[in-house]
């Protein structure tokens, strides 16, 4: 992880680091021109880079070789996940971004207690960053706003399961791209349950009522456990 930084910025076999990836390398990582470390840019690629230019508030490194990241999935995993308290929210964003899930897209459900804003949402995409650096994915898991009257439209022809605590059916094998839905610390209301019913696989994630963090983490490593390749 100390070694990892994340760049926005490329031209043919240079890299440009700005703003705090800068910083971080220069004031507390000392970094100096010459040295070698690894970038990433959300493209699923390790590059190996060497220092070449250090200044106020951007480094600059150029390409020696780049790699496809061992931990790239080709196949995606995306989670609705209605707004939760922040303390939860912020933990869930994190394991998720470790589960290699690709996409998070956040929704206000009937019993959610808490607000988010775009705001918010840059700071959670920042979280999803700095976890792809502590689990050495080189891609980033993308948070997004969008209306729970959305979901069913944007899942059209999508296998999708919605994690429900008073389902009967198991987990059970498949193959291919899934989406998951995830309520919020008070759970659906009935309508919603009714709603995603229709368009989601309805699943038990056992006898206990998991908290929403958990509930989250639960869905997708178990998903993933019986999940193959298309």
């Given at each position: 992880m100390d070694n990892r930084y994340y760049f926005k910025e490329k031209n043919d076999n240079i890299v440009i680091f700005s703003s705090s990836e800068a910083q971080h390398l220069a004031r507390v990582r000392r970094a100096k021109i010459g040295d070698e470390i690894v970038g990433f840019n959300g493209d699923g690629i390790d590059y190996n880079l060497k220092i070449i230019e250090?200044?106020?508030?951007?480094v600059k490194a150029e390409i020696l070789s780049?790699?496809?990241n061992k931990a790239y999935e080709d196949t995606g995993v995306t989670v609705y996940l209605s707004f939760l308290k922040n303390d939860?929210?912020?933990?869930?964003?994190?394991?998720?971004?470790?589960?290699?899930?690709?996409?998070?897209?956040?929704?206000?459900?009937?019993?959610?207690?808490a607000n988010l804003d775009?705001?918010?949402?840059?700071?959670?995409?920042?979280?999803?960053?700095?976890?792809?650096?502590?689990?050495?994915?080189?891609?980033?898991?993308k948070?997004?706003?969008?209306?729970?009257?959305?979901?069913?439209?944007?899942?059209?022809?999508?296998?999708?399961?919605?994690?429900?605590?008073?389902?009967?059916?198991?987990?059970?094998?498949?193959?291919?791209?899934?989406?998951?839905?995830?309520?919020?610390?008070?759970?659906?209301?009935?309508?919603?349950?009714?709603?995603?019913?229709?368009?989601?696989?309805?699943?038990?994630?056992?006898?206990?009522?998991?908290r929403a963090e958990v509930a989250g983490v639960v869905a997708v490593s178990s998903l993933k456990a019986v999940q193959h390749e298309s």
């Open positions: 250090i200044t106020k508030d951007k780049s790699t496809k939860a929210l912020t933990t869930l964003i994190d394991h998720l971004a470790e589960l290699n899930v690709k996409t998070v897209k956040l929704f206000k459900s009937d019993f959610s207690v775009e705001k918010k949402i840059e700071k959670l995409n920042q979280i999803s960053i700095q976890a792809s650096k502590q689990c050495e994915r080189a891609d980033i898991m948070i997004e706003l969008i209306a729970k009257s959305q979901i069913e439209k944007d899942l059209e022809g999508k296998l999708c399961f919605f994690a429900y605590e008073n389902a009967d059916e198991k987990i059970t094998s498949f193959s291919g791209d899934f989406a998951v839905i995830i309520g919020p610390e008070g759970g659906f209301s009935p309508d919603e349950v009714q709603l995603f019913s229709k368009f989601c696989k309805t699943i038990s994630l056992g006898k206990t009522i998991l």
